[in-house]
């Protein structure tokens, strides 16, 4: 109930290309959704997030996409850039509990 | 503005030894997390602290681990009797309680290696 499950395990995206990460989740008391993105050696850093009362959230070449019906969100990065490989995890939390659940990432390499 | 810091950055122990890890959050944030991220694998919740209420340690995984924050800033993360499957970086998180978003500021972590 408390899992995120997120994929694929990796992927690898020519420059310009469309990557899309997806991810399910089981617990419908989750009401907020973040995407992190993390460099080796880095901290993750938030990406962008979105609560269940929409159904897409975008800011520049990233796009949420949120389906409450199905339990689950993706991630899409129009144009793709080599600056964008990382990895990229999603994650869940519940009204009131602000600790986080990830799911296990996404290696993404955007080939130049 | 000075970001969540942490140290050491990296550690290296022998088996059974105690360490402790330090986190130093963003001045003003109430909350305070503690995640684990083992190789290859997704963020795992260890502790959470905000402000004065009693902490949720629901996501320690034995009791050699602990932690404290004094004075609602510094915390530290002790664990007792290392053993190898302790090996992972451990990371640091804090937010504004003020905050609609929940967004969560990490540290760059602090990887502990158990010989």
């Known amino acids: 109930q408390q899992q995120v499950k997120q994929s694929p395990q990796s992927l690898i995206v020519q420059k310009g290309g469309i990557s899309i990460i997806n991810c399910a989740y089981e617990n419908t008391a989750f009401d907020y959704f973040p995407w992190y993105q993390q460099f080796p050696g880095k901290g993750p850093a938030l990406l962008i997030a979105i609560r269940p009362d929409v159904s897409e959230k975008k800011e520049g070449r990233f796009t949420i996409s949120f389906n409450k019906s199905a339990k689950q969100f993706s991630l899409h990065i129009m144009d793709s850039q080599p600056g964008d490989s990382a990895t990229y995890f999603c994650a869940a939390s519940m009204r009131g509990f602000q600790k986080l659940v990830f799911g296990t990432g996404t290696r993404l390499l955007v080939s130049p | 503005g000075a970001g969540v810091s942490q140290s050491p950055s990296n550690k290296v122990t022998e088996k059974g030894k105690d360490v402790e890890l330090r986190c130093d959050p963003i001045?003003?944030?109430?909350?305070l997390y503690w995640y684990r991220q083992s190789l290859g694998q997704g963020l795992e919740f260890l502790i959470y602290?905000?402000?004065?209420?009693?902490?949720?340690k629901s996501g320690l995984p034995s009791d050699r681990f602990s932690a404290e924050r004094t004075g609602g800033s510094v915390s530290t993360l002790t664990i007792q009797r290392t053993q190898q499957e302790d090996s992972a970086v451990y990371l640091c998180?804090?937010?504004?309680?003020?905050?609609?978003?929940?967004?969560?500021?990490f540290g760059p972590g602090t990887r502990l290696t158990v010989l």
């Open positions: 602290f905000q402000g004065n209420s009693a902490p949720d």
């Open positions: 998180a804090s937010s504004s309680r003020d905050s609609i978003s929940n967004e969560q500021f």
């Open positions: 001045s003003g944030h109430t909350a």
